[in-house]
């Protein structure tokens, strides 16, 4: 194989070893994002912390309304017993009655807001914990078809790499360093040429540089300096 052959190969084994570095690096980044999993788990407890004031503000509710109604049974039964015979009393006592129902009335009318927030503050809970556990499952599903994934790719790397040594190797350091300049500048180092042109700049190659290429020289495009490849 000539030299520009043994490069345009190793050319090849970098770009495969290119793709495979993303592909991990892919792998790893899908393995690592758990931001909808910590969103979801915040969301939950704050939730929950509200459903837990909600509770507490209905229960502090329930009791206000049951001291009214305590004190409302309390005066009737002295209206009624018939021991409370001062009717100026008994008017005070009857108007402290009507007082007391009103508040009762408007406590009642609070509880009800409050138990329905309770209510509502439970059902986004709840649709909250089911999400929550959907996302756990997918993401540990996504686990173990990921693990396996980027070992592969890990392995596949590994034999890329050895490769790309044993190629690097058959290449001598002055052709090996021409390639690397011009591949870390252009990307690409080596380019086929086809109908006398360079694949690289689509300029067409001299007809003298296009048989040096043909009998084995290395030899770069005059205009894009690519080295070029003819099969
Ligand atoms: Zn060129």
């Known amino acids: 194989m000539s030299l520009a052959g043994r490069l345009y190969k190793l050319q090849q084994l970098d770009l ?3 793709k495979k570095q993303q592909e991990l690096s892919e792998v790893e980044n899908q393995l ?3 931001k909808a999993l910590v969103s979801a ?3 939950l407890a704050s939730q929950k912390e509200q459903l837990e004031d909600a509770r507490k503000k209905q229960k502090s509710s329930e009791w206000e309304l049951e001291d009214l109604q305590e004190k409302i049974r309390q005066i009737d039964s002295k209206l009624y017993s018939g021991k409370t015979k001062d009717p100026k009393e ?3 006592l009857e108007k402290e009655v009507k007082g007391l129902k009103s508040q009762t009335t408007i406590k009642e009318d609070i509880l009800l807001g409050l138990m329905s927030l309770t209510e509502e503050t439970e059902a986004r809970v709840k649709t909250t914990a089911g999400e929550l556990e959907k996302l756990k499952k997918e993401w540990e599903q996504r686990q173990e078809t990921l693990r396996p994934r980027k070992s592969e790719i890990e392995i596949a790397l590994a034999e890329l790499q050895e490769e790309r040594e044993r190629s690097a190797e058959q ?3 002055e052709a090996f360093g ?3 300049r011009i591949r870390i500048t ?3 180092a080596v380019v086929k040429v086809e109908r006398g042109r360079c694949l690289g700049c689509h300029i067409t190659v001299p007809t003298s540089q296009w048989q040096k290429t043909k009998a084995g020289d290395l030899i770069q495009c005059n205009n894009c300096s690519r080295i070029l490849y003819l099969e």
Request: proline share 0%; glycine share 10%.
């Open 32 to 34: 690592g994002d758990n």
């Open 171 to 173: 290449i001598d350091s």
């Open 186 to 188: 252009t990307g690409q």
């Open 16 to 18: 495969e070893l290119q």
């Open 178 to 180: 021409i390639y690397e």
């Open 41 to 43: 788990e915040l969301r």
């Open 90 to 92: 008994l008017v005070n």
